[in-house]
Every structure is written in C-alpha cells, then in structure tokens.
C-alpha cells in the first residue's frame, strides 16, 4: 500500500473546493461513454460504471500501475471508465471525490491509496454502492486490496545475496508501514537465506514524495558500503534509480519498472499488478457478487507480484547458484510448499 499515511502530501495536492469544481481542481481525467450523474450503473453493453480515484499522477510506479490496469478492463469492454489523478490526500477531501463519483452513478468505486476513513463514510450512505480501498481492516462496506509484495521482495533478497561484494545490503522506504517493512524484512530473509553474512541499512523517511531526501538517505547507506538497495514507495525508487546509476552499484525497483532510468544498475523490478484485484472486483460488481468486506489477495501464485528481472543489468553478476535458489523458492512459492516470512511491525 503505496501510501499508508491519510493525510500524505503528494505533488500537485488540491485544495477542497466545492464539488462541482474538485475533479476539475485534482486534474481529473474522464473516460467514460456515460454522463458523471444519472444513468443506469453499467452501460449499454454491459461494462460496469468504474471510478478510479488516484493519490498521484499516472506517470507515477504507484498510480502507472492502478491506472494502467484499469485501462485494459476500459479496453477489454469490462469497464465503463473515469479516472480522477492527483486527488487530495486529506480524508475530507479524498473523501469528497469519492463521494462525488458515487452520486453520480458509479457502480464501483476504487479509492487507490490507503482511504478507509475518507471511504467508509461514504460507503455508509450508499448502499447500492461497491467500494474497494487499501487499509488493514476490513469493514462492512469496503472491501480491501492486500499487498503480498514481501513475497516477490524475498526472491529479490536472494538474488542480491549473491550479488552483493560488501555483504552490506539496504532499503529506503516512504513510511514504516506494514507493506514496507514486511517488504524489507523479506528483502533480508532472502539474502541471508543464501549468505549469512548480508547486514541490511533500512530508512524510513516519513515522506512518499521527496526524492531529494531519499536520494541523500539512499547516498548515505551506499556510504556505509551498501552495494544492493531496495526501495519502497515512487520518490524512492526515482531515487534509487539515481543512486545506484551514479555509484555503479545495483537496485531493486518498486511496483512498476523504472529500469530505464538506470537500465545497467536496476537488477529487477518486484511488481504489484492491481489488474487481477479490479477484474475479479468489476465481475462481482457487475454479478451483484461482490463482497463487502472482503480482503481481495493475488500474491505470487496468482500473478498479482512477481519479480521481473532486467535482461539489460551489467552492473554486477547474479551467481548461477543464487538464480537457481531464487527459480526454486519461485517454484515453490507458487505450488504453496514454501511461505515466505510476514513480518509487518517490529524488528522482525
């Protein structure tokens, strides 16, 4: 969950203004063959009326991915679709756009950040509604996205395992959030599954955005001889990507593939793909199936992560050996023998 903070400063936050004006305030893009009020909840050829509601522009590793995703269903004829990015991150008005969409006729509302508090409110008061947001608790009205991320994180580990020189391996994330920590606490389990010696550097900057401040807390692990760095959250990767380009050293992006940025130094990418979540929730929706309540999970058997290796990375080599482990724990990943360790909170 990109951004587990409610009241996160992104760029380009709107103000709240009154509804009439607040897409438009956001950077609201619409695509949709229906009106944004009245109307039936799906149209004419049977595409369930979908509002995605995005933190963040589309050109962002976290809201590329939600959008992306949702355009495919616009394509495929699943969805009838509107877009809002840039939509303000404080929960009146996050929760105002949501409410908006759901006034208007949308059938199926996707709050694409860590929303609960600005959508169960709003899910209150429209039943007929389908809701979905990020969070960790379930509540009757809003079903929720898991985010097994840690699952394609230690995968990566064992593959910086084997790369790593100085047996110094680190991580930059936005927030010590669940996703994050379990993500990095994976990222060592896997490393030290393959070479004990792996000591990881972890900052946590308390900022989604700043690319500049993780790029400095980044440069500092590297000077405490971190020589394979992982990233959490878009500003890190930007600057994870910076990093490691300008050390010529190795990096893991996060959710979507920013290896052109540094395709040398970017070893992989771990991949959290929404599409498999807003598919089976646009079907249910459209099905009257849908489930409040429900915590909708596609983890690494079922193609909602995956660890995308970069065929251009020269930075460094991966061991046959470690590739081979990392195939193998894939494997058995995938066919349920192993479960890789979830530990969100603590010192794991």
């Known amino acids: 969950m990109r951004r587990l903070r409610l009241n996160r400063s992104f760029a380009g936050l709107c103000g709240i203004a009154v509804a009439a004006l607040l897409l438009a305030a956001c950077g609201s893009s619409s695509s949709s063959s229906s009106s944004a009020s009245g109307g039936s909840a799906s149209s004419a050829q049977g595409a369930v009326k979908m509002a995605l509601v995005l933190p963040c522009g589309s050109s962002d ?15 495929q004829g699943i969805v009838d679709l509107k877009v809002t990015t840039n939509a303000p991150q404080d929960t009146a008005g996050a929760s105002q ?8 006729g949308e059938k199926l509302v996707i709050a694409y950040s860590t929303w609960p508090d600005a959508t ?3 899910a209150a008061k429209f039943s007929s509604v389908d809701f979905a947001t990020f969070g960790i608790t379930p509540t009757k009205n809003v079903a929720l996205f898991d985010e097994p991320i840690y699952q394609a994180a230690y995968l990566a580990g064992i593959v910086a395992g084997g790369i790593t020189k100085s047996n110094v391996i680190s991580g930059a994330a936005g927030q010590d959030v669940p996703l994050c920590h379990a993500e990095m ?3 060592l389990a896997g490393a030290r599954s393959v070479n004990p010696k792996v000591k990881q550097l972890t900052s946590y900057l308390g900022d ?19 020589d394979v760095v992982l990233a959490c959250g878009g500003a890190q990767a930007n600057a994870m ?12 992006g996060y959710v979507s593939d920013t290896s052109s940025q540094a395709p040398k130094n970017t070893v992989g990418t771990i991949i959290y793909d929404p599409y498999p979540y807003l598919k089976s929730m646009a079907e249910a929706s459209k099905s009257g199936s849908f489930q409040p309540a429900k915590l909708y999970s596609f983890g690494l058997q079922q193609g909602g992560v995956k660890l995308q290796l970069n065929p251009q990375y020269s ?4 061991p046959a050996s470690e590739m081979a482990k ?3 724990v894939q494997t058995e990943i995938m066919n349920g023998t192993f479960k890789v360790p979830y530990v969100p909170t603590g010192n794991g």
């Open 120 to 122: 169960n409110p709003v």
């Open 241 to 252: 990507e910076q990093a490691v380009k300008a050390h010529n050293i190795s990096g893991f």
């Open 185 to 187: 606490q994976a990222f």
């Open 315 to 318: 930075a460094g080599k991966i």
């Open 208 to 226: 989604w955005n700043d690319v500049a401040k993780s790029l400095q807390a980044i440069n500092g692990q590297i000077g405490q001889r971190s």
């Open 97 to 104: 756009v949501i409410r908006q969409y759901a006034q208007g």
């Open 326 to 328: 990392m195939q193998k």
């Open 61 to 75: 590793p976290w809201c590329n991915q939600g959008f992306n995703a949702a355009q495919k269903l616009k394509s």
